[in-house]
């Protein structure tokens, strides 16, 4: 009913930066908040950045003052420019959309496949 699909990801030197971005599509009526979320080798997957519809965001502190999430409400879009990249910062991406869908307006998390990135020091 609804796929969010992922771009962005790839390997990185410390330092450097990398920008994912999700783009959301099918059975859509609305979308409240859109987000990353990460899983790094043997860890549970933690939060990075959420935003609401109306543009107020949340960071985990590790990314605060690095990490920027954006979103284009008409494109269904959420973006996370990853700025002074650390090896810690090594993980798959995983976009998040808590989505209200079309006919039943049902409200549904879905999430994207994942995206890798890798930061090498």
């Known amino acids: 009913q609804v796929q969010l699909v992922e771009s962005g990801g790839g390997l990185v030197q410390a330092g450097g930066s990398l920008r994912l971005s999700c783009t959301a599509s099918?059975?859509?009526?609305?979308?409240?908040?859109m987000g990353w979320y990460r899983q790094a080798p043997g860890k549970q997957r933690e939060l990075v950045a959420t935003?609401?519809?109306?543009?107020?965001?949340n960071y985990a502190d590790s990314v605060k003052g690095r990490f920027s999430i954006s979103r284009d409400n008409a494109k269904n879009t959420v973006t996370l420019q990853m700025n002074s990249l650390k090896s810690e910062d090594t993980a798959d991406y995983y976009c998040?959309?808590?989505?209200?869908?079309?006919?039943?307006?049902?409200?549904?998390?879905?999430w994207g496949q994942g995206t890798q990135v890798t930061v090498s020091s």
């Open positions: 998040n959309a808590q989505v209200t869908i079309t006919v039943t307006f049902a409200r549904h998390d879905y």
């Open positions: 099918g059975s859509i009526f609305s979308i409240n908040a």
């Open positions: 935003i609401t519809s109306r543009g107020s965001t």
